[in-house]
């Protein structure tokens, strides 16, 4: 597409630009450092605004210390550019889909797994715990440090030529997807033909017929546009996939210690933030698409679920993430 060559202009800017200015071993007289977060989404976006935010708290916590600019908009590149620049300590956060993050750490997948929140309040019980540390832990490994999760709300259909009502609506469509196994096999198994593709690219390919339709919340259909170009979304809620705001190893570890736990404290205090602008951003989406003319229409979704058992069986083998996923389904 012809929006790649000017981001990818920006992401080799940001290669040859020097890393956030480094400490000097006095605190007191130490300069602003400014960390580089990464967005695909637009200003105004919760996540987006919630990192802004973190910012604001960061400068005023640390005296000026430090202090976060944000770059949304695909500006720095897809994900899966973005999230390899912020592994290497060029970019220094991060928010991106916990699906980005399936090659890496096996357990990020178990949030995505279609139908296994019953609710948003059992995934915020789920994530803001010890199960949503355990689930991002290896990530370490990879030279990233997980901070928090931030709703990405339930993930529905939406298509250019007919609303889904039941598993068979499907078969045949080419539905975009996120870059990852798994949701190829959950599409596999619903009877779509899964075609995985970049954010930036869905809104031509639903355009000119290269796909059928795509799957994503409310404020996703509605601030990317794509209810421009697929006028039917048929709210399957058919998975909660979170997004995880990380940073990178080499950034973090430049930190003093009381920046580190500042960083910390202000990411997890973003995140009722994040999701109080989400649940307002979500109902606007809503009313902003309905009002452009999409048609919405609710499916029964034990259709939907009775076939996910592959999916499960396919991705979940080893015995500690069957026991990840037991524990998931404990929790009240």
């Not at 832990?137 to 901070?147: T, Y």
């Amino acid at each position: 597409m012809t929006i790649r060559a000017p981001r990818r202009a920006v992401l080799l800017g940001a290669l040859a630009a020097p890393l956030a200015t480094p400490f000097l071993a006095n605190p007191a007289k130490a300069q602003t450092v400014t960390l580089r977060s990464s967005d695909v989404h637009p200003d105004g976006y919760p996540t987006v605004e919630a990192v802004k935010w973190m910012s604001k708290q960061m400068e005023e916590k640390s005296g000026g210390r430090v202090r976060i600019q944000v770059y949304g908009n695909h500006t720095l590149g897809e994900e899966k550019d973005t999230l390899e620049q912020t592994r290497f300590g060029v970019i220094d956060l991060n928010r991106v889909n916990s699906a980005s993050l399936n090659s890496l750490v096996p357990e990020t997948v178990i949030p995505g797994l279609p139908f296994l929140f019953r609710s948003e309040d059992h995934m915020h019980r789920v994530l803001d715990g010890a199960i949503g540390d355990d689930i991002v832990s290896g990530l370490a490994r990879h030279n990233l440090v997980p901070l928090c999760y931030y709703d990405s709300g339930a993930r529905s259909f939406y298509t250019r030529t007919r609303a889904i009502n039941e598993p068979g609506d499907l078969r045949g469509l080419k539905i975009r997807v996120q870059p990852s196994d798994m949701w190829v096999a959950m599409m596999r198994a619903f009877g779509a033909n899964a075609t995985p593709l970049p954010t930036g690219e869905v809104y031509s390919a639903i355009q000119t017929g290269v796909v059928d339709g795509a799957e994503n919340n409310y404020p996703s259909y509605q601030s990317f546009r794509h209810f421009e170009v697929a006028k039917f979304y048929s709210a399957s809620e058919h998975s909660m996939a979170p997004e995880v705001l990380v940073m990178a190893k080499r950034s973090y570890d430049k930190l003093p210690k009381d920046l580190q736990d500042m960083m910390r404290q202000a990411a997890k205090d973003s995140v009722p933030e994040m999701r109080r602008m989400w649940q307002e951003r979500s109902n606007a989406a809503k009313a902003a698409v309905i009002a452009a003319g999409s048609q919405i229409n609710t499916v029964n979704k034990a259709p939907f679920e009775q076939g996910m058992g592959p999916v499960y069986d396919q991705f979940v083998r080893d015995a500690r993430m069957k026991g990840i996923v037991a524990k998931i389904r404990e929790t009240a």
